[in-house]
């Protein structure tokens, strides 16, 4: 049994954090009850909160500046290290759950069950395989080309065959691949209805990637479960976001992390030029999607240009900073609202769930940015 004292505890919900309080641990690292702190503990810290859930990574990416070039000339093994190596990073910096929705050669697959087998450190994991694109379009370097609906029901079954336990779509082109206009759909309603058809008969969630106002509402027609990007939705897409009740994963660290480093020439300009003309539209678009009550889930594309894996905290303080969200909401997103969209564990602190905790010497409801640097991370009840 180990006990963790709070000074300030969130649960991960939107009520009011509880005061001095202990969270108590059981053997097998779930926890077992949250009481008035008594007597002696093993942990204790001022503001204690549940694990991150980072709902949109790429493990086998590193942040690096040309990503879709570094997927081409990075030989695989290597590449697979580094997922490896970033697994790691991204549970010392908190994130205790993540999913990969797009890696090559069944990388996350492979790096989640060493994770599971106590292999090699890391996060909880679903990975999605290979992203289910078109032939040529965004992501082709990590994707599974497809050109009709049965081939795009073969490539989920693939996927599955090679261990996913969620399947992404490309519904739009994007900003990280050469000639792909993100505006411009991609996948045809008839391909992603098969596709997500397919994945959900067999209990398999669907993430799509979406960037322009045409693929974003193919996608939510097609009825997946997560829209990630959303950059160009519309009124009559967020209609479509409530009613289907699909999360919206805003990735805000993508766009953000490639215009704040313009100046260091290393970006291909295609990239730069592609993200400044979404990036003004962006702001206004999701934070007036999430003021109408879309479902906000918490992802950052870590692995993209200098969005780092151990940086997911800064996802958490952009949802704060751009999308208007209070701490607490912002957590929320990035904990509670992720786990739903991942369907691993809830992510909040409750009797039953995974002892999965950050501890931080300063509280999260005064200032988001304590999640920056916790002080020790738990997961499964044991600090990491
Ligand atoms: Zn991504």
Redesign the pocket.
């Known amino acids: 049994m180990t006990i963790v004292r709070a000074g300030h505890l969130y649960d991960g919900t939107l009520e009011p954090a509880k005061q001095n309080v202990d969270v108590v641990v059981d053997d097998g690292g779930r926890i077992a009850e949250i009481r008035a702190a008594t007597g002696s503990c093993d942990f204790e810290a001022a503001c204690v909160t549940p694990g991150l859930v980072n709902a ?3 493990l086998e990416a590193s942040g690096e500046p040309d990503l879709m070039g570094a997927f081409q000339t990075t030989p695989a093994n290597e590449r697979l290290l580094n997922a490896v190596a970033n697994a790691r990073k991204a549970l010392r910096a908190g994130v205790t759950t993540i999913r990969d ?2 890696s090559s050669n069944g990388f996350a697959q492979s790096v989640r069950d060493a994770i599971e087998a106590g292999k090699i450190p890391g996060p909880r994991m679903r990975a999605a395989g290979a ?1 289910i694109c078109m032939t040529g379009g965004h ?1 082709w370097p990590i994707g599974r080309m497809v050109d009709s609906p049965w081939e795009s029901r073969k490539a989920v079954r693939e996927q599955m065959w090679a261990g996913a336990d969620c399947i ?1 779509f490309i519904a739009t082109g ?1 900003v990280l691949t050469k000639g792909a206009v993100p505006g411009n759909a991609q996948l045809t309603p008839d391909e992603l209805n098969a596709g997500v058809d397919e994945a959900h008969r067999h209990g398999l969630r669907v993430a799509a ?1 979406a960037i322009g106002t045409v693929g974003i509402k193919n996608a939510l027609r097609a009825g997946v479960d997560s829209v ?2 959303a950059t160009l939705l519309d009124d009559e897409a967020i209609e479509l976001f409530k009613r289907n009740r699909t999360f919206l994963v805003p ?1 805000l660290s ?1 766009p953000t992390c490639i215009l704040t480093h313009l100046e260091d020439g290393q970006q291909p300009k295609y990239v730069v030029d592609k993200a400044r003309g979404l990036n003004e539209v962006m702001l206004n678009n999701l934070r007036g999607a999430y003021e109408r009550g879309v479902r906000i889930a918490g992802g950052s ?1 870590a ?2 240009p200098y969005n780092y894996h151990e940086n997911y905290a800064i996802e958490v303080e952009l949802m704060w900073s751009m999308l208007g969200m209070t701490p607490q909401q912002a957590l929320h997103a990035a904990t509670a609202v992720a786990a739903e969209l991942i369907g691993l564990h809830k992510g909040i602190l409750a009797i039953g769930e995974p002892a999965d905790m950050l501890l931080l010497d300063r509280n999260v409801g005064d200032d988001v940015r304590a999640l920056q640097d916790p002080k020790a991370v738990i997961k499964g009840g044991e600090a990491v």
């Open positions: 949109h990574a790429h929705v797009g992203v992501g992404k994007g990637h990630e990007h990735t993508a594309d692995g993209t």
